[in-house]
């Protein structure tokens, strides 16, 4: 999806209008170039919109000025009102906001589908080589293993988020868990009276909940985000989580009701006070290059750290990069 985890109104509010529009047109452009680099590597990719809807009155207000932020800025969206929503989802919120130009792929398939073009390009992949220290210098990084070193102009982190070996960049994360069902296949009949058309489908509650079918007709249902559950207690974490969001998703789709989820999982992820990722450079580590907590939009704004952190060790950054920055500035 190309609509970062936050509104562009909350944007705008800490980074002004123009930064925050060159922001979702950094998050659109990258889909779109995700889209073509996965073609091109010879995996199926299928074009779906999304649709940002709330199902409480109260909030149209808030969702009509999101709309009108985004198209006064240029950006894509058609405004759905109670009837054109219940028509493109078959649920009976009060409005919504449908954005074409986003996609879905199979993450797995996509992941190798890169590694092999990788390695036709001459790189080299090794997994399970702890990396236990990062000595830098002026002109690059040596990085320690348990059998020996590897030298480098520079070390890209790309961990999701600081990891014990960058204690010091802790404090700007906060890890959550979300959660995740998938129902049993549904038959053409029910898919009717459920009435979601192909589209992705989230909403406007925090935490919000985020819906759309799969290749073979179940529905992936997720959210209820919350801070990390401690090891121990995660197995009962889950087991009231999907039950939670079986009992949410019969309560959009009554024609669900009485079905138990067929898979359920938790994830384990970063979000930041802005809902942006960290891109780049850090004062504490030289010649180091980082791509970090992503919030729920790790497939689309990972491409777009991968696009940028090629620039960043060329010479000329790009000019948007620096928005995504440990130093970016709000207002």
């Given at each position: 999806?190309?609509?970062?985890?936050?509104?562009?109104?909350?944007?705008?509010?800490?980074?002004?209008?123009?930064?925050?529009?060159?922001?979702?047109?950094?998050?659109?452009?990258?889909?779109?170039?995700?889209?073509?680099?996965?073609?091109?590597?010879?995996?199926?990719?299928?074009?779906?919109?999304?649709?940002?809807?709330?199902?409480?009155?109260?909030?149209?207000?808030?969702?009509?000025?999101?709309?009108?932020?985004?198209?006064?800025?240029?950006?894509?969206?058609?405004?759905?009102?109670?009837?054109?929503?219940?028509?493109?989802?078959?649920?009976?919120?009060?409005?919504?906001?449908?954005?074409?130009?986003?996609?879905?792929?199979?993450?797995?398939?996509?992941?190798?589908?890169?590694?092999?073009?990788?390695?036709?390009?001459?790189?080299?992949?090794?997994?399970?080589?702890?990396?236990?220290?990062?000595?830098?210098?002026?002109?690059?990084?040596?990085?320690?293993?348990?059998?020996?070193?590897?030298?480098?102009?520079?070390?890209?982190?790309?961990?999701?988020?600081?990891?014990?070996?960058f204690e010091p960049l802790a404090a700007r994360f906060r890890m959550m868990n979300t959660?995740?069902?998938?129902?049993?296949?549904?038959?053409?009949?029910?898919?009717?009276?459920?009435?979601?058309?192909?589209?992705?489908?989230?909403?406007?509650?925090?935490?919000?909940?985020?819906?759309?079918?799969?290749?073979?007709?179940r529905l992936l249902f997720g959210g209820l985000d919350r801070p990390r559950v401690a090891?121990?207690?995660?197995?009962?974490?889950?087991?009231?989580r999907a039950a939670m969001l079986m009992s949410d998703l019969a309560s959009w789709y009554?024609?669900?009701?009485?079905?138990?989820?067929?898979?359920?999982?938790?994830?384990?992820?970063?979000?930041?006070?802005?809902?942006?990722?960290?891109?780049?450079?850090?004062?504490?580590?030289?010649?180091?290059?980082?791509?970090?907590?992503?919030?729920?939009?790790?497939?689309?704004?990972?491409?777009?750290?991968?696009?940028?952190?090629?620039?960043?060790?060329?010479?000329?950054?790009?000019?948007?990069?620096?928005?995504?920055?440990?130093?970016?500035?709000?207002?």
């Amino acid at each position: 999806m190309q609509e970062p985890d936050a509104d562009f109104v909350d944007l705008a509010r800490r980074y002004g209008r123009a930064n925050a529009a060159r922001i979702w047109r950094r998050s659109r452009h990258a889909v779109a170039d995700l889209r073509a680099s996965v073609e091109e590597l010879g995996v199926s990719i299928q074009s779906l919109p999304s649709v940002y809807f709330s199902f409480a009155g109260r909030q149209v207000k808030r969702l009509r000025r999101e709309a009108n932020a985004r198209r006064g800025a240029g950006l894509p969206g058609r405004w759905l009102d109670e009837e054109a929503l219940i028509d493109v989802t078959g649920t009976h919120g009060a409005a919504g906001i449908l954005t074409t130009g986003n996609a879905a792929v199979n993450p797995y398939d996509a992941c190798l589908a890169f590694a092999r073009g990788a390695e036709r390009n001459g790189v080299r992949l090794f997994q399970r080589s702890h990396v236990h220290a990062v000595r830098a210098s002026r002109d690059g990084v040596t990085l320690e293993l348990e059998r020996g070193t590897i030298a480098a102009d520079y070390a890209i982190i790309a961990t999701g988020y600081a990891t014990p070996e960058f204690e010091p960049l802790a404090a700007r994360f906060r890890m959550m868990n979300t959660y995740v069902i998938a129902t049993p296949r549904l038959d053409s009949q029910v898919r009717r009276r459920v009435g979601l058309n192909n589209v992705m489908l989230w909403d406007t509650g925090r935490p919000y909940h985020y819906l759309r079918w799969t290749p073979d007709n179940r529905l992936l249902f997720g959210g209820l985000d919350r801070p990390r559950v401690a090891a121990p207690a995660r197995p009962a974490a889950l087991r009231r989580r999907a039950a939670m969001l079986m009992s949410d998703l019969a309560s959009w789709y009554p024609a669900l009701q009485g079905l138990s989820p067929e898979y359920a999982w938790e994830g384990l992820f970063a979000t930041t006070p802005d809902g942006l990722p960290y891109i780049g450079r850090h004062r504490r580590y030289p010649r180091q290059l980082f791509a970090l907590g992503y919030g729920g939009n790790g497939m689309t704004l990972g491409f777009f750290a991968a696009q940028a952190l090629v620039r960043m060790t060329g010479p000329k950054p790009g000019p948007d990069d620096y928005l995504f920055g440990f130093g970016r500035r709000q207002r």
